[in-house]
Protein backbone atom coordinates (compact mmCIF):
# COMPACT_ATOMS: atom_id res chain seq x y z
CA UNK A 1 0.00 0.00 0.00
CA UNK A 2 1.08 3.43 -0.06
CA UNK A 3 3.54 4.81 2.64
CA UNK A 4 5.05 8.02 3.24
CA UNK A 5 7.98 8.47 5.06
CA UNK A 6 9.59 11.25 7.16
CA UNK A 7 12.98 12.17 8.08
CA UNK A 8 14.16 12.82 10.83
CA UNK A 9 11.60 12.04 13.71
CA UNK A 10 12.96 14.15 16.26
CA UNK A 11 15.46 17.55 15.91
CA UNK A 12 16.64 19.42 18.51
CA UNK A 13 17.85 22.79 17.25
CA UNK A 14 19.11 25.84 19.42
CA UNK A 15 16.78 29.20 18.92
CA UNK A 16 17.87 30.93 15.51
CA UNK A 17 19.29 27.77 13.75
CA UNK A 18 17.67 26.49 10.83
CA UNK A 19 15.04 23.13 10.43
CA UNK A 20 14.43 20.76 7.62
CA UNK A 21 11.93 17.77 7.64
CA UNK A 22 12.12 15.48 4.34
CA UNK A 23 8.93 13.25 3.01
CA UNK A 24 9.46 10.73 0.78
CA UNK A 25 6.16 8.82 -0.77
CA UNK A 26 6.29 5.06 -2.23
CA UNK A 27 3.98 6.27 -5.40
CA UNK A 28 3.60 9.27 -7.22
CA UNK A 29 1.04 11.86 -4.99
CA UNK A 30 -1.79 13.95 -6.17
CA UNK A 31 -0.64 16.49 -3.46
CA UNK A 32 1.37 17.43 -0.60
CA UNK A 33 -0.12 18.82 2.75
CA UNK A 34 1.82 19.66 5.66
CA UNK A 35 0.30 20.15 9.18
CA UNK A 36 1.61 21.56 12.43
CA UNK A 37 0.62 19.45 15.76
CA UNK A 38 1.39 21.67 19.14
CA UNK A 39 2.05 19.08 22.01
CA UNK A 40 -1.14 18.30 23.83
CA UNK A 41 -3.06 19.70 20.24
CA UNK A 42 -4.46 18.82 16.72
CA UNK A 43 -2.79 18.87 13.62
CA UNK A 44 -3.06 22.81 11.88
CA UNK A 45 -3.22 22.56 8.00
CA UNK A 46 -0.30 24.72 6.71
CA UNK A 47 -0.48 24.36 3.04
CA UNK A 48 -1.24 22.14 0.17
CA UNK A 49 1.48 21.77 -2.69
CA UNK A 50 -0.09 20.36 -5.92
CA UNK A 51 2.25 21.33 -8.62
CA UNK A 52 5.75 19.30 -9.42
CA UNK A 53 8.80 21.53 -8.46
CA UNK A 54 6.46 23.88 -6.53
CA UNK A 55 7.79 25.89 -4.08
CA UNK A 56 5.83 27.93 -1.80
CA UNK A 57 6.55 30.28 0.82
CA UNK A 58 5.13 31.16 4.66
CA UNK A 59 7.24 34.21 6.16
CA UNK A 60 10.28 32.17 7.56
CA UNK A 61 8.83 28.66 5.97
CA UNK A 62 9.84 27.15 2.79
CA UNK A 63 8.03 24.48 1.10
CA UNK A 64 8.64 22.08 -2.06
CA UNK A 65 7.71 19.65 -3.69
CA UNK A 66 9.65 17.69 -6.17
CA UNK A 67 9.27 17.04 -9.62
CA UNK A 68 8.36 13.46 -9.27
CA UNK A 69 5.74 14.74 -7.18
CA UNK A 70 7.13 12.09 -4.95
CA UNK A 71 9.42 14.38 -2.30
CA UNK A 72 8.44 17.03 -0.12
CA UNK A 73 10.40 19.30 2.16
CA UNK A 74 9.68 22.07 5.05
CA UNK A 75 12.68 24.35 5.61
CA UNK A 76 12.30 26.80 8.93
CA UNK A 77 14.65 29.79 8.83
CA UNK A 78 15.79 31.00 12.44
CA UNK A 79 13.80 29.06 14.34
CA UNK A 80 11.78 30.66 17.62
CA UNK A 81 10.40 28.53 20.47
CA UNK A 82 6.98 28.93 18.91
CA UNK A 83 7.56 26.33 15.84
CA UNK A 84 7.83 23.92 18.76
CA UNK A 85 5.89 21.07 17.74
CA UNK A 86 5.65 18.18 15.41
CA UNK A 87 5.47 18.72 11.17
CA UNK A 88 3.58 16.34 9.80
CA UNK A 89 3.25 15.44 5.46
CA UNK A 90 0.74 14.21 4.37
CA UNK A 91 0.42 13.28 1.00
CA UNK A 92 -2.71 12.83 -0.61
CA UNK A 93 -3.71 10.13 -3.25
CA UNK A 94 -6.80 9.21 -5.59
CA UNK A 95 -9.96 9.25 -2.91
CA UNK A 96 -10.87 13.03 -2.36
CA UNK A 97 -9.06 13.92 0.71
CA UNK A 98 -7.64 10.69 1.94
CA UNK A 99 -4.23 11.36 3.26
CA UNK A 100 -1.40 9.45 3.68
CA UNK A 101 0.49 11.05 6.68
CA UNK A 102 4.14 11.07 7.61
CA UNK A 103 5.08 9.95 11.25
CA UNK A 104 5.87 13.75 11.85
CA UNK A 105 9.00 15.71 13.12
CA UNK A 106 8.94 16.45 16.05
CA UNK A 107 10.86 19.89 16.68
CA UNK A 108 12.09 21.25 20.01
CA UNK A 109 13.57 24.55 20.24
CA UNK A 110 16.10 25.35 22.87
CA UNK A 111 16.00 29.26 23.51
CA UNK B 1 -18.17 29.60 12.22
CA UNK B 2 -17.69 26.92 15.12
CA UNK B 3 -14.62 24.68 14.17
CA UNK B 4 -14.83 21.28 13.94
CA UNK B 5 -15.70 19.50 17.79
CA UNK B 6 -15.44 16.47 19.21
CA UNK B 7 -16.58 14.64 22.49
CA UNK B 8 -16.13 13.83 24.54
CA UNK B 9 -12.06 15.22 25.12
CA UNK B 10 -11.18 12.43 27.11
CA UNK B 11 -12.99 8.80 27.88
CA UNK B 12 -11.60 6.52 30.14
CA UNK B 13 -13.15 2.58 29.45
CA UNK B 14 -11.97 -0.64 31.14
CA UNK B 15 -12.02 -3.45 28.87
CA UNK B 16 -15.10 -4.87 27.14
CA UNK B 17 -16.97 -2.01 27.38
CA UNK B 18 -18.06 0.13 24.47
CA UNK B 19 -16.30 3.37 24.26
CA UNK B 20 -18.42 6.14 21.63
CA UNK B 21 -16.79 8.93 19.90
CA UNK B 22 -18.52 12.13 18.42
CA UNK B 23 -17.56 14.64 15.69
CA UNK B 24 -19.81 17.61 14.18
CA UNK B 25 -18.08 18.90 10.81
CA UNK B 26 -17.84 22.43 10.62
CA UNK B 27 -20.99 23.91 9.47
CA UNK B 28 -21.43 23.34 5.48
CA UNK B 29 -18.76 20.68 5.57
CA UNK B 30 -20.10 17.09 4.87
CA UNK B 31 -16.98 15.03 4.24
CA UNK B 32 -15.74 13.41 7.63
CA UNK B 33 -12.34 11.57 7.94
CA UNK B 34 -11.43 9.99 11.47
CA UNK B 35 -7.56 9.02 11.70
CA UNK B 36 -5.94 7.41 15.09
CA UNK B 37 -2.66 8.52 16.44
CA UNK B 38 -0.53 6.55 18.84
CA UNK B 39 1.98 8.36 21.55
CA UNK B 40 4.75 9.95 19.13
CA UNK B 41 3.10 8.19 15.80
CA UNK B 42 1.68 10.10 13.04
CA UNK B 43 -1.72 9.41 11.96
CA UNK B 44 -3.56 6.67 10.94
CA UNK B 45 -6.53 6.87 8.57
CA UNK B 46 -9.68 5.17 9.06
CA UNK B 47 -12.52 5.91 7.65
CA UNK B 48 -14.14 8.68 5.11
CA UNK B 49 -17.71 9.59 5.43
CA UNK B 50 -20.25 11.87 3.54
CA UNK B 51 -23.88 12.38 4.93
CA UNK B 52 -25.43 8.79 5.49
CA UNK B 53 -22.76 6.99 3.40
CA UNK B 54 -19.02 5.00 4.03
CA UNK B 55 -17.10 6.24 1.19
CA UNK B 56 -13.57 4.22 2.45
CA UNK B 57 -13.51 2.18 5.55
CA UNK B 58 -10.35 0.85 4.56
CA UNK B 59 -8.26 1.61 7.64
CA UNK B 60 -10.90 0.58 9.80
CA UNK B 61 -10.45 -3.09 12.02
CA UNK B 62 -12.55 -5.08 10.51
CA UNK B 63 -13.93 -6.14 14.27
CA UNK B 64 -15.64 -3.99 16.97
CA UNK B 65 -15.14 -0.64 14.80
CA UNK B 66 -17.98 1.03 13.53
CA UNK B 67 -18.60 4.28 12.15
CA UNK B 68 -21.80 6.40 10.85
CA UNK B 69 -22.95 9.64 9.88
CA UNK B 70 -26.28 10.20 9.95
CA UNK B 71 -28.58 12.93 7.74
CA UNK B 72 -29.07 14.54 11.09
CA UNK B 73 -26.55 14.78 13.84
CA UNK B 74 -22.46 13.81 14.39
CA UNK B 75 -20.48 11.36 13.32
CA UNK B 76 -20.17 8.68 15.79
CA UNK B 77 -17.30 6.23 16.02
CA UNK B 78 -18.41 3.43 17.89
CA UNK B 79 -15.60 0.91 19.71
CA UNK B 80 -17.22 -2.37 21.03
CA UNK B 81 -15.86 -4.60 23.82
CA UNK B 82 -12.62 -2.10 23.87
CA UNK B 83 -8.97 -3.58 24.50
CA UNK B 84 -5.66 -1.70 26.03
CA UNK B 85 -4.60 -1.44 22.41
CA UNK B 86 -7.25 0.50 21.39
CA UNK B 87 -5.92 3.58 23.67
CA UNK B 88 -5.14 6.29 21.58
CA UNK B 89 -6.09 9.53 20.34
CA UNK B 90 -9.24 9.82 17.93
CA UNK B 91 -9.32 12.65 15.94
CA UNK B 92 -12.15 13.74 12.77
CA UNK B 93 -11.47 16.05 10.24
CA UNK B 94 -13.88 17.42 7.82
CA UNK B 95 -13.32 18.86 4.59
CA UNK B 96 -13.69 22.18 2.80
CA UNK B 97 -12.77 21.72 -1.65
CA UNK B 98 -12.83 25.86 -1.38
CA UNK B 99 -10.06 28.03 -2.99
CA UNK B 100 -9.29 24.66 -5.23
CA UNK B 101 -8.01 23.30 -1.58
CA UNK B 102 -8.40 20.09 0.03
CA UNK B 103 -7.68 21.51 3.33
CA UNK B 104 -8.45 19.56 6.50
CA UNK B 105 -9.75 20.92 9.54
CA UNK B 106 -9.25 18.74 12.89
CA UNK B 107 -11.08 18.50 15.65
CA UNK B 108 -9.72 18.40 19.15
CA UNK B 109 -9.50 15.09 19.43
CA UNK B 110 -10.75 12.46 21.64
CA UNK B 111 -7.97 10.84 23.94
CA UNK B 112 -9.30 6.95 25.16
CA UNK B 113 -7.86 5.31 28.12
CA UNK B 114 -8.31 1.37 27.97
CA UNK B 115 -7.77 0.68 31.65
Known amino acids: GQQVMQIPQYQHVQEGEDFTTYCNSS?????IQWYKQRPGGHPVFLIQ?????EVKKQKRLTFQFGEAKKNSSLHITATQTTDVGTYFC???????????FGRGTQLTVWP | NAGVMQNPRHLVRRRGQEARLRCSPM?????VYWYRQLPEEGLKFMVY????????ESGMPKERFSAEFPKEGPSILRIQQVVRGDSAAYFC?????????????FGPGTRLTVL
Open chain 2, 93 to 105: ASLTTLRGLNEQF
Open chain 2, 27 to 31: KGHSH
Open chain 1, 27 to 31: TTLSN
Open chain 1, 49 to 53: LVKSG
Open chain 1, 90 to 100: AGGGSTLGRLY
Open chain 2, 49 to 56: LQKENIID
